[in-house]
């Protein structure tokens, strides 16, 4: 169904992901969380004879799609490794053609995204964004805030590390003011002092591209999440890569340090 050039997702919702939804609920074991490492533009480019820029482009194709294929399927939260504090050190083209994508395809998409009821957030260092991008990240935010359908938080200007420093600084300043008791700290308290405070820790942690490493993403909220790497590049993830992942994810044993027959 299309009104005004905006399409209804769950209208379209095809066959196969019918038949996909009914299996993974079936199970009962879908992720309710999944966090992406969405890599391999630059090389997924390069192996092209193309500029990484091309990469990225593609890249943004790939996370249309993923969204509206994690929202059709049931999946309440997405969170992607948009932009890490450390890419802050790629050439500075690079950095500007990145959030220049990043505004421009919000912008196109804010209100296709709004119609099907996706609630958008961010996590980061918001502030150190340049002012066009806060701007239709703020709008997106506003606009998309009282949805309750897809979760699709961005991570930008985002570290792990970065989270948990300025959670201490925020901490150490309330016991200064003695609002905060050092014996109050625990895990749930902590994680209300990050920048993930509104999102559930994820079950499935896909990479694409190959690289087995974590690259300073959500190191506190990882803890036990399940992982799937795959040697796909970025631009080349799609719908059939996510539900394979999530079918790795369903024959997983989750045991949380408990054994089997505790489960
Ligand atoms: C991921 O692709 C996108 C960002 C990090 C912003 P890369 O740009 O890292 O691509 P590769 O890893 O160099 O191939
Ligand atoms: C991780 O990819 C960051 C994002 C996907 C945004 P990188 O390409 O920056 O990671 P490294 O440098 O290879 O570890
Ligand atoms: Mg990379």
Redesign the pocket.
Known sequence: MEINNISIWNSTISNEEKILKEKFSEIGNLPKHIAI????N?RWAINRNLDRSYGHKEGIESIKKIVKAASNIGINYLTL????I??WN?PKEEVDILMNLLVIHLNKELDQLHRNNVKITTIGNFSSLPATAQEILNESIEMTKHNNGLNLTF?LS?SGRWDIIQAVKKIANEIKLETLEINDIDVDIFSQYLTTRNLPDPDLLIRT?G?M?I???LLWEIAYSEMYITDTF?PDFNRNELYKAIESFNSRERRFGKISEQL
Request: proline residues 0%.
């Open positions: 490492i969405m890599d391999g630059g490794y948009a932009f890490s450390e890419n790629r991570a985002y591209s690289e490493r690259s300073n993403y970025w």
